[in-house]
C-alpha cells in the first residue's frame, strides 16, 4: 500500500536572513552544469579486502570509476531521497541539488521524499518534492522538509520492505544522506537489490557534524563547516567575555561522539588555554584522574601570572578514552550484572566501592555523589552503564575543585576558582549552512543525480580539492565497499564504513601541538565571530582549516 | 602617587571577520561631526521628585537641555574614561568614540582608560589611550582593552580617593560606561566633586545586555541589540533541530537578570512554544506549581498532536517572581538565621520540612534532592539563600518530569519525555558587535565628549528616534536625578536609578499576547540566524524590535 503523505505547508515565519538565503545560488563545479552528458569508466583498480569483496557479489567493487562525457540521457527519472540520523547543515541542498539536476536531464522527473529516515522507506511514508515544495527549504538548515530517523534497514524482513517500496515506486535511484552506518547499510541495500533483479540505483553521500566519515576519498562530510564555525563563534565569545572579567574558567565540551575533530577543529579557530583530544589520551594511556591534574596545573599557573580565568575545550566522548574509567565502566558491568540486587539497596554505593578492585574503587569514590547515582541507575537496555550520559563538563569542574581544595591546603594554590560549564552540541546541527556546505552538499546532489541517470550502485558522491575555489573541485564517485572494514560490533564481526578517529600524526594535529603550549598562559584568544554569508570570499567562502589542510588528493 | 599601567600589547591574534570589523566606520548623526561647536542651552523643565532634588544641591537637576551650535572650543580636552560591571558589546565603541571626538576637538587631547572598573579610578590605575593602543579594538567586543569590575564608588574614602584621582590628572571629564546602578554613583560622583569645587564633568552611558535601563528618555541601552540576536541565532538553530530530530524539548534559560527584556525579546524573534515572563508572573500571584502545570499541559496538548518536542524559554530571574518560591525562601531564611546548627546535621532535609509551614514544606519537599541541598548550604556571606544560583532551567525540567509521570500514572499523558537544558548567557556579552550597536556606542561616546567640552555635568547621554536611520537618530542629554527615585536597599530608602522591568501593557508585550496562544501548537519557529555584517541594510542595520516598537519619542 502506498502512502502519501503531504507534510504541512510551512508557515511563512521566516526571518529576514532566511529569505535572502532562499535566493542564493549554490556554486557548483561546471562538469555538474549538466548531468545528463555525464557517464563513469572504469579507471584502474583499488585494492580491497578479499573478504569484504565476497560480501558484495553483485557489485563492481574493486573497480574506480572516472567521469566522462556520454551520450545524454533524454527519458525521466524517478529518484527518492531519505535523510538518516543526526542534523547536519546542508541536507536541504542535497535535496535540491538532486532535485535541479533530474529537472535538467528532463522535466519530467520525479523526485520523492522517504519521511522521517529510513524508517519512510520501510513504511513508504512519503511526500512528492516539488519546486513549490523546496521554496522554502533552499540553503536552509535543519532537516525538517522530510525529517530524519535513526531507524536502520538492516534485518532481512527490512531490506523486503524496502525492496517493496522501490519496485513500488518503480524508482531509478535511490539516495541515502547518512554518516558511516546509514552509507554501510546503502552498500547492504544495493547489494540486496542486485540479488533480487531490482534496478534500482542506491547512492550514498556524506552527512555528519562530526567529521569521523573521511578518508582517502572523502575530505569531509558536509556539516562540519558550519557546525564548527557555530561553535567556535561561541567559545569567542566566551574567550572574549573571559579575558574581559577576568573571574570564570569555562569548561567547554563540544559534540563529535567518540571522535575529537570537532574539537581540535574549534581550537585551531580559537586558541584555548587547554584542549583535550580523545584519540591522543587513547594513544598516551592518560588516566582521569591525570587529565585533573593537567587542569589544575594550568590553574596554579595561570594563578601565578595573575590570571584566574581561562578557556577548555573537552570532546564529548573524552571519558570513554580514559584507561581509569575504561577499568572502571568494565568492572561496574560486571559487577552489576552479577549483583541484580545491588541497586535496590540503600548503601548501595559503599557496597560497590568494597566489591570494585582498589584502582577502580579510588576512582568511583572520587567521583561526585551524583555521578556515582547516574552510574548506578541509568543503565541501557542492556543493563549497560551509559557513558554518554555523563555530563562531562561537570565531572571535570567538580573534581577539579576538589583537587584544587586539596593544593589550597598544601599550600601550593591561593586563588578562587569560579567555573562555568558549557555545552556546544544541538545548535550547530541545524543551523543555516555556511556558503561552503550550501555549496558542497548542493554539489553532492547534482552529482549523486549524475550517478543514478547511469544506473550506478553502490557508490558513494565525493568531491576532492575542496580547499580550492569551487570551480577546481573535482567530483569523484567511489564504491561504498572500498570505505569498509571489519569491526567487532557487540561481539560479532561486522562489514562497516571504518569511522575514522582524529590521526595525532596530522598536519591539523601537528599545527595544534606546535601552538598549545603558548597558548596555556599567553592569551591569544581568536573570536572568529558569526557566520558571514555576504561580503568578501575571504569573510564567506573560506572552509574551516580541516579542509584547507587537504592537499589535492590524487585518487 | 601616579602609576601608569600600560597593558600588554594584544598580540595579533584577530580572526578574518574581526579585521574586517576594525575597519568598519561607524555611523553617526551628522550633528557629532564636530563636537567642539555643539552646546547646550536650557530648554524647559523637568519634573523632579523633591527630595531628590535636594541630595544633588550643586546640579542643575531640574532644567533639560538642548543641543545648540555654540562658539568652538579651541582647547585640549582631558578625558578619563572607565568600563563598569558586566560586558555588553559596544563598550570599545564608546571608547572609540570619546577619542576621535576629542581628537577632532583638538590634537592634543588626551585620553585615559582606567583599569579594570571604578576601582582603577580609586587606585589610580590607568593607561593612556591613543590611536595605536585602540587600533586593535575597534568595533571589537569584549571589555579587555581597559577591563572592567563591580567595585562602587560608594563611601567618602572611595569618593575623596575619586576626587584626587581626577584633580591629579587634571581631568575635564569623567565618562563612566555602566547599568542603573554606576550612572546612580555617577550622578553622587558629580555632586560630591562640584561639593569639593572640583570642575571635572562625570558622564555618564547606557550599557547594558539586560534592557532595563530605559525609560523615556533612554530608549535602549547599548548591547540589547547585540545578545539578543545572539541569543535568538541559538534559540533558532535550537528550534530548527528540535523539529527536525522530533524529538527534544528545551529548556533554555535567557540571561537579563530580574527583568525579562531580553526573554521577550529573543521570543518575538523566533517564536517558541512557551516562554516565560517574570514581571507577568509576578503581576498574576503564579506559582512554581502553576509554571510546572502550564509546562506539563503544553506537553500533553502537543503529544495529542504527535508531537513530542518543543521549546520553552525561561527568564534568569523567574524564580523571584513565584510566589510560593518567595514563601519558601523568606521561611528558609529565618529559619536558618535561628538555627544555625541545623544545617550540619544529618536530617537537616526532614527538620526543614518539619519546621516550615505547610505550603512551604509542600513545595520544598516537591524539589529534587540536589536544589534542596543547594538550597541550604549555598549561602552568601549575610547568610541569606542565594536564589541566583539556583539552575532554574534544571529545576523545572526535573520538577515538570515529576508532573509527567505523575500523569502518566492517571492516564492522561503516554508519551515520552527528552528534555535538554540550555543556558543564553556569557556568549552574548562580548559578542563582536552589531552594526546597529556599533553605531550606538560610538554616536554616546562623541555625545560624552560634547557634555564635557561644556562642562557639563551629572548627565547622561542618550539618543532617541533610535528606530529611524542613523542620519534621523536624536542626540539627547539627561540630568541623571531626573532618572532616580527612592528604594528600599538592605532595608534603607536610597535614591537610585529606576531598573526598568518588563511593562505587562506595552506595545511589545501585547504584540507577543497576541502570538502566544498560536505558537504553543503551530510550529511557527523562526530562525534569525547569524548576526550579518554586510549585505543589505534590512539584514544588517536593523535593530531589534525593542527598539523598533518604540515612536518617536518627545522629551
Not at 547515582?373 to 549497560?384: F, I, M, T
Not at 546532489?445 to 573535482?474: D, E, H, M, Y
Amino acid at each position: 500500500m502506498t502512502v502519501q503523505i503531504q507534510p504541512k505547508k510551512k508557515a511563512q515565519n521566516l526571518s529576514s536572513l532566511q529569505r535572502a538565503r532562499l535566493e542564493y545560488s549554490p556554486q557548483y563545479p561546471s562538469i555538474l552544469e549538466d548531468v545528463s552528458i555525464l557517464d563513469f569508466k572504469p579507471d584502474g583498480k583499488i585494492s580491497l579486502d578479499d573478504e569484504i569483496a565476497k560480501i558484495f557479489p553483485h557489485l563492481h567493487t574493486g573497480v574506480l570509476e572516472s567521469i566522462v562525457l556520454g551520450e545524454p540521457i533524454d527519458h525521466p527519472l524517478k529518484i527518492g531521497v531519505v535523510l538518516s540520523g543526526g542534523q547536519a547543515p546542508g541536507g536541504h541542498n542535497v535535496i535540491s541539488g538532486i532535485f535541479d539536476a533530474c529537472k535538467k536531464v528532463h522535466p519530467d522527473s520525479e523526485l520523492i521524499g522517504f519521511l522521517d529516515g529510513p524508517k519512510g522507506i520501510i513504511d513508504n511514508q512519503w511526500c512528492e518534492i516539488t519546486q513549490d515544495f523546496l521554496k522554502v527549504f533552499r540553503n536552509q538548515g535543519g532537516f525538517d522538509s522530510i525529517g530524519s530517523g535513526r531507524v536502520k534497514i538492516e534485518s532481512e524482513e527490512q531490506l523486503l520492505s524496502a525492496l517493496r517500496t522501490v519496485q513500488e515506486h518503480k524508482l531509478d535511484g535511490l539516495v541515502i544522506i547518512g554518516g558511516d552506518d546509514s552509507n554501510t547499510n546503502a552498500a547492504f541495500l544495493s547489494e540486496f537489490f542486485l540479488e533480487h533483479g531490482c534496478s534500482t540505483s542506491v547512492v550514498g553521500i556524506p552527512k555528519t557534524i562530526d567529521g569521523d566519515l573521511q578518508n582517502q576519498f572523502i575530505e569531509i562530510s558536509f556539516g562540519f563547516d558550519t557546525a564548527c564555525r557555530t561553535y567556535s563563534e561561541i567559545i569567542g565569545n566566551l574567550e572574549r567575555d573571559a579575558i574581559s572579567a577576568k573571574k570564570y574558567y569555562y569548561f567547554i565540551k563540544l559534540m563529535g561522539r567518540a571522535a575529537s575533530h570537532i574539537t581540535l577543529e574549534c581550537a585551531l579557530q580559537t586558541h584555548p588555554n587547554l584542549t583535550f583530544i580523545g584519540e591522543e589520551l587513547l594513544k598516551e594511556h592518560k588516566s582521569l584522574w591525570q587529565v585533573i591534574q593537567e587542569i589544575a596545573d594550568l590553574i596554579v599557573l595561570r594563578k601565578k601570572e595573575g590570571k584566574e580565568y581561562g578557556i577548555i575545550l573537552i570532546p564529548e566522548g573524552i571519558i570513554e578514552f580514559l584507561s581509569d574509567v575504561q577499568l572502571l565502566i568494565s568492572e561496574l558491568n560486571v559487577l552489576l550484572h552479577a549483583n541484580e540486587d545491588l541497586i535496590q539497596r540503600q548503601d548501595r554505593i559503599e557496597r560497590v566501592e568494597q566489591l570494585l578492585s582498589l584502582s577502580a574503587a579510588s576512582l568511583f569514590s572520587s567521583f561526585p555523589e551524583k555521578i556515582q547515582s547516574q552510574l548506578l541507575l541509568d543503565r541501557d537496555p542492556h543493563g549497560n552503564i551509559q557513558v554518554s550520559k555523563i555530563e562531562t563538563e561537570r565531572l571535570l569542574m567538580q573534581m577539579t575543585a576538589k583537587e584544587l581544595e586539596k593544593r589550597k591546603q598544601e599550600g601550593e594554590w591561593d586563588g578562587t576558582f569560579s567555573p562555568q560549564a558549557f555545552f556546544c552540541g544541538y545548535e550547530g546541527r541545524s543551523a543555516l549552512p555556511s556558503n561552503f556546505d550550501c555549496n558542497y552538499a548542493y554539489s553532492l546532489g547534482r552529482l549523486a543525480c549524475a550517478l543514478i541517470g547511469r544506473k550506478k550502485t553502490g557508490f558513494i558522491a565525493s568531491i576532492l580539492n575542496l580547499s580550492q575555489p569551487v570551480l577546481a573541485w573535482k567530483p569523484v564517485v567511489v564504491p561504498l565497499p572500498c570505505m569498509m572494514h571489519f569491526e567487532a560490533r557487540k561481539g560479532v564481526m561486522k562489514a562497516v564504513i571504518k569511522k575514522t578517529l582524529l590521526d595525532c600524526d596530522g598536519k591539523l594535529f601537528c599545527e595544534f601541538l606546535k601552538n598549545r603550549t603558548a597558548w596555556k598562559l599567553e592569551d591569544s584568544y581568536t573570536q572568529p565571530g558569526p557566520i558571514q554569508f555576504y561580503g568578501s570570499s575571504e569573510l564567506t567562502d573560506k572552509p574551516v582549516f580541516t579542509v584547507q589542510s587537504k592537499s589535492v588528493s590524487s585518487v
